[in-house]
C-alpha cells in the first residue's frame, strides 16, 4: 500500500528526524574545555588506551565555532563564568553540554566563595556525569547516552513541542526539598 | 620574658590567665594547649571545653576560659645556626646605622624553625640585608603569606615570608604585622621580584596593601569582587545542600567544634 | 609609609557606598592614538579557553608582526578556594582537599602537607619507615606521571601528536599503579597525617616491578623520538630563555633552574622522608632554554626509576600509621567484604565493651585531633620545583591557616621574561616548558 512497495530494493526509508539524528549523533565535535581535574581524564580519554575515535569523537576543536558539544570538564569559578557563557554562546547550534564530574554538575566538595555552585546556573546541561574525576569509562558511558539523546532528538514543530512538554513537566516537578524518602 | 609590646591588650594581669591554671606553680602546665608560655601572642580566646557555638551549654564546662597564645619570643642562645644568622643580621643592621632592636621586633624559635618578627617600616632593609650579606645570603624568597588574626588587636594582619638561602642551604622566616586599621606593609619586589604576584595575591585574599608594588591589583579574583574572601569575617560562602526531605548547610554554617 | 590606593580612580562616598570615577577619554580618540603610534601592533588574547593544553590560563601578548613585544598572564580562573575550604574540615580531611590543588602532582601535595602537620604535631620521627618509603616510592612515581604529562601535552602542542599518544600511554601504566593502591586514579588523599590510609595491598610490589621493567623500555623510545629530533631541536632550543640570574630573581626552582646549570634540588639540599639514604644524580643542562628542561626532566624520570627500585628493596612489613591512636583514627579502619572501610573489631570493642572508648570513637569523628599553637614550613621538590606549605595553627581541630607556595605559580611569573622579544609561536613552547599547572597555580 505505502510507497515502500513502490521502491527498488536496496532502500532504506526512515524519518528525516531519525536520519538527522543518525548523521548528528555520528558526527559531534567536542570543544576543548578542560578546567581542571577532569581535563585530564577527558584527554586521557582521547589518548591511546581509552580511544574516543572509535565514537567519531576525537578531533576536539579548539574554537567553539567549529564544536557543537562542550564537555565541561572541571570547576567553574567566578571568574571563569562569563567566559564560559560566552564560548557556549559562540558555538553554532544544535549544540549540547555534558557537565563532567561533580565539581560542574553542582560544585561538589568546593561549596564555598569561588566557584559556581553547578554550571546548570550558567549553560543548560544535557549529560550530568558524575565522578570526582570520572573514569574515561564512564565519560566514554557519558558520551553514548549523549549519542543516544541526539539520535532520538526531534526536529521543527516536535522539538517546540518537546520543549513545551518537557518545560511543563519541570515546573510541575516536585522540589527536592519536598520529596520524602531516603537521602538518596 | 614578657614582651608587651607583642602581647598586645590581652594580657591577663593576675598570671593565671583566667582559668585557674598557673604556669610558675603547675609545671605540666606549659603543655597544656593554650598555655605554650604565657608570652606569646594571644591570637584566641577559647571558651568552654569542645567549643560547640550554638545552643545551651550542656556539658558544665561552658564557664571554662583559655587563650591561644603563639609560641613567644625566645632567649638566646637559639641553638644552631639560628644563632649565627641572628648575629650577622644584627651585626650587619648596625653597620647600616640601624637599631638591630627597633627592626627586630622579637625572635621565635619553635618547632626548628626561626622566626623574625621586623617592624614593617623596617622590612625592605632587612629583606636587603638578608639577601646581600655574604654570610647571610638568602638568595630565595619563596613568597608571602598572608595570616589574619582578628583576636591579636593592633596586629591583626600578619605578612609571612619563607627565604631560603641555597648557598647556606638554610631557611629563615620573616613575619610582619599591620592592624586592620592600617592594612600597608612596604612591598619586597624591588628585592625579590618573585613576590610581584605572591602580594597580588595576599593583597586580593587579605587586603594587605604593599607599598611600591609596580601594579597591585586583583589576581585571582574577579577585579570587580568585593570584599577579601580569605580573611576570617568573610563567610566561606558556601549554600545549603538540598537532599530528600533534608537540607545541609554549608561547612561554616555547621556546628563546629573546634 | 604612603597611604597610596591600588586603583587611581578618583572616588566619591555616597549613601550608596563609594562610587568610582574612572575617566579614560573618548574610545574613538583612544582607538585613533592607537592606530597612529603603530600600525604593526596587535594585542593578542589567548585564552582562557584554548587550543593548548595547560587549562584556563590566558596570556595577553602585544605583536608586532610575529614579534612579542609584550606579554603578561591573566590567572585566577581556576581559583577555588581550597586554602579557604581547608579552615573549614578536620586535618585529616585536609588532605582531600590539598590532592586537588596541582591535580597531576597529588602525592606532592599531601605529603608536603602531612609533612607541615606532622611537624606541627611534633611527631617526625613516629613516623614508621614503612610508610615513608612508600611516600617516597608514590612520589617518584608521581614524578614519572608528571613529567610524562608535561612532555606529551609539550609535544602535542609542537603539533607532534605521537609524543602525547606515547606519553600517555605510559602515564596509563602508572594510573593503574595507584589504582591499585589507593583506589582511585587521581585525587588520592592516601598520605595523611601520620602516615597512611592503609597499607599497599597485595600484589601492589610485583606489579611496580613489571612496570619499571617495562618502563625501563619505554624510556628510550622519548630519546629516539624526540631527543635527537631536527624538528623538535629547532623548535625548543634557544627557546624560553632564562639564566641562573633571572630564575633567582624570578624564584623559578624546579627544571627551570637545573636547566640554568644550578643542581638545587631539595631532595639533595634540605632531605626530608629520608631521601639523603638513597642514591640518585641531580641532572642539570646548562642551556638554559626549553630544550635544556625537556632533558632534565627525561633524565630525572630515569633518577626516579631507580629511587622506585631502592624502595622496593627497603620495604618492609611494619606499621604505615604512627602509634598515637588520635592521629591514627581513620587507618584503623579494615576493608570489609561489602567493600567498605569498616573494622568490626572496632565496633565491638566501642559499642560491647568500653563506654571511653566509645566516646573518643564519637569525638574523634565528630571533631578530629587537636594540634598544638604554632606554625610550620614544609616543602618538598615536586615536579615543577620547590612546593612549600606554610601551615597555622591555633589549636583547634582544624587548621587556622593554609597555604600553598605552588611552584607552578612562581614560575609562570617567568613567562614574561622567556616570551617578551620572541616570536608568537615560540609562546607556547615556552609556557609548555614551564609546565605550569592552572589547579597549582589559582588553587
Known amino acids: 500500500m505505502g510507497l515502500e512497495e513502490k521502491l527498488p530494493s536496496g532502500f532504506l526509508l526512515t524519518t528525516v528526524e531519525q536520519a538527522a539524528g543518525w548523521v548528528r549523533k555520528a558526527s559531534v565535535f567536542p570543544a576543548t574545555f578542560g578546567l581542571a581535574c577532569c581535563a585530564i581524564e577527558m584527554m586521557t580519554t582521547g589518548a591511546g588506551r581509552y580511544d574516543l575515535a572509535r565514537f567519531g569523537m576525537e578531533v576536539f576543536r579548539g574554537s567553539p565555532r567549529q564544536a557543537d558539544l562542550m564537555i565541561v570538564a572541571g570547576r567553574v569559578s567566578q571568574k571563569m563564568a562569563p567566559v564560559l557563557r560566552q564560548v557556549y554562546d559562540q558555538m553554532p547550534s544544535p549544540k549540547w553540554v555534558i557537565s563532567m564530574g561533580v565539581c560542574a554538575s553542582s560544585g561538589g566538595m568546593f561549596n564555598n566563595y569561588a566557584i559556581v555552585q553547578g554550571v546548570d546556573h550558567i549553560v543548560p546541561v544535557d549529560i550530568y556525569l558524575p565522578g570526582c574525576p570520572p573514569r574515561p569509562e564512564m565519560l566514554m558511558d557519558a558520551i553514548l547516552k549523549l549519542h543516544h539523546k541526539i539520535q532520538t532528538s526531534k526536529l521543527g514543530v516536535n522539538a517546540e513541542e518537546a520543549a513545551r512538554e518537557a518545560e511543563e513537566a519541570a515546573l510541575k516537578a516536585l522540589p527536592t526539598i519536598e520529596m520524602k524518602g531516603l537521602l538518596r | ?258 | 609609609m604612603s597611604t597610596q590606593t591600588p586603583s587611581s580612580a578618583s572616588a566619591r562616598e555616597t549613601t550608596e557606598g563609594t562610587v568610582y570615577t574612572v575617566t579614560g577619554g573618548d574610545w574613538d580618540e583612544v582607538v585613533q592614538s592607537a592606530a597612529r603610534a603603530d600600525d604593526e601592533r596587535l594585542i593578542v588574547n589567548m585564552g582562557p579557553q584554548h587550543p593548548s593544553t595547560h587549562g584556563v590560563l590566558r596570556l595577553i601578548l602585544e605583536i608586532e608582526g610575529e614579534t612579542v613585544t609584550e606579554a603578561r598572564c591573566g590567572i585566577g580562573y581556576l581559583h577555588t578556594g581550597i586554602e579557604k575550604n581547608l579552615e573549614y574540615r578536620t586535618w585529616t580531611q585536609g588532605t582531600t582537599f590539598v590532592t586537588r590543588m596541582d591535580y597531576l602532582t597529588p602525592f606532592f601535595n599531601e605529603t608536603a602537607y602531612c609533612l607541615a602537620v606532622e611537624k606541627l604535631l611534633g611527631i617526625e620521627d613516629e613516623v614508621p619507615d614503612r610508610a615513608t618509603i612508600i611516600r617516597v616510592l608514590l612520589m617518584e612515581l608521581n614524578r614519572l606521571s608528571s613529567h610524562l604529562v608535561c612532555i606529551a601535552t609539550g609535544g602535542m602542542e609542537l603539533g607532534a601528536t605521537t609524543i602525547m599518544i606515547y606519553g600517555f600511554r605510559d602515564r596509563e601504566l602508572i594510573l593503574d599503579i595507584y589504582e591499585l593502591i589507593t583506589g582511585l586514579r587521581m585525587n588520592h588523599a592516601y598520605i595523611r597525617p601520620g602516615g597512611l590510609a592503609q597499607d599497599l595491598p597485595p600484589g601492589a610490589v610485583d606489579q611496580i616491578r613489571e612496570f619499571v621493567k617495562k618502563m625501563k623500555k619505554n624510556l628510550p623510545e622519548y630519546d629516539k623520538l624526540a631527543t635527537g629530533n631536527p624538528i623538535f631541536k629547532a623548535r625548543m632550543q634557544d627557546i624560553g630563555y632564562l639564566d641562573l640570574a633571572g630564575c633567582m630573581a624570578l624564584g623559578a626552582t624546579g627544571p627551570i633552574l637545573r636547566s640554568a646549570g644550578l643542581p638545587h634540588d631539595l631532595r639533595k639540599a634540605q632531605p626530608y622522608c629520608g631521601y639523603e639514604t638513597y642514591d640518585f644524580e641531580i641532572p642539570t643542562a646548562d642551556t638554559c632554554d626549553a630544550y635544556g628542561r625537556f632533558l632534565v626532566r627525561l633524565e630525572e624520570m630515569r633518577q626516579s626509576l631507580a629511587i622506585i627500585e631502592q624502595c622496593l628493596d627497603r620495604l618492609q612489613p611494619g606499621p604505615v600509621m604512627v602509634a598515637d591512636k588520635k592521629i591514627a583514627w581513620p587507618a584503623q579502619l579494615a576493608l570489609g567484604p561489602d567493600g567498605l572501610g569498616n573494622s568490626l573489631d572496632h565496633i565491638k570493642k566501642i559499642m560491647g565493651t568500653s563506654m571511653e572508648a566509645l566516646i573518643h570513637h564519637f569525638k574523634l569523628v565528630t571533631e578530629g585531633f587537636r594540634v598544638p599553637p604554632g606554625q610550620a614550613y614544609a616543602a618538598v621538590e615536586s615536579p615543577k620545583g620547590e612546593l612549600g606549605v606554610h601551615v597555622v595553627s591555633d589549636g583547634g581541630t582544624r587548621p587556622y591557616r593554609v597555604h600553598f607556595r605552588d611552584p607552578s605559580f612562581t614560575n609562570l611569573q617567568a613567562m614574561a621574561a622567556m616570551c617578551e622579544g620572541g616570536q608568537v609561536a615560540d609562546v607556547i613552547v615556552a609556557v609548555a616548558s614551564i609546565d605550569p599547572v592552572m589547579g597549582g597555580v589559582d588553587r
Open chain 2, 1 to 258: 620574658m614578657s614582651d608587651a609590646k607583642s602581647n598586645g591588650a590581652n594580657t591577663p594581669g593576675d598570671g593565671a590567665n583566667g582559668n585557674g591554671v598557673n604556669p610558675e606553680k603547675d609545671l605540666g602546665a606549659a603543655n597544656l594547649p593554650g598555655m605554650r608560655g604565657d608570652h606569646g601572642e594571644e591570637i584566641r580566646v577559647q571558651r568552654g571545653m569542645f567549643g560547640a557555638n550554638n545552643g545551651g551549654d550542656t556539658s558544665g564546662y561552658g564557664g571554662l576560659v583559655r587563650s591561644v597564645r603563639l609560641p613567644g619570643a625566645a632567649t638566646r642562645p637559639y641553638g644552631g645556626w639560628f644563632d649565627e644568622v641572628a648575629d650577622e643580621l644584627e651585626g650587619a643592621l648596625e653597620e647600616q646605622g640601624l637599631v638591630p632592636g627597633n627592626a627586630i621586633e622579637k625572635t621565635v624559635v619553635d618547632r626548628g624553625e626561626v622566626t623574625f618578627h621586623i617592624e614593617r617600616e623596617y622590612l625592605v632593609a632587612v629583606a636587603q640585608t638578608l639577601r646581600d650579606d655574604p654570610a647571610l645570603r638568602f638568595e630565595l624568597c619563596t613568597g608571602v603569606s598572608g595570616v589574619h588574626y582578628p583576636g591579636d588587636k593592633g596586629r591583626e594582619l600578619h605578612a609571612v615570608y619563607h627565604l631560603r638561602s641555597i648557598t647556606h642551604n638554610r631557611v629563615i622566616r620573616l613575619e610582619v604585622s599591620a592592624p586592620d586599621a592600617d592594612p600597608h606593609v612596604p612591598s619586597l619586589v624591588p628585592v625579590y621580584p618573585t613576590n610581584d604576584w605572591h602580594e597580588r595575591e595576599t593583597y586580593d585574599f587579605f587586603g594587605l596593601i604593599f607599598d611600591g608594588h609596580p601594579a597591585l591589583t586583583r589576581i585571582m579574583m574577579p577585579d570587580d569582587w568585593q570584599g577579601f574572601p580569605q580573611r576570617k569575617d568573610y563567610p566561606l560562602g558556601g549554600i545549603p545542600v538540598e537532599y530528600k526531605g533534608a537540607q545541609i548547610p554549608a561547612p561554616d554554617q555547621r556546628r563546629s567544634y573546634s
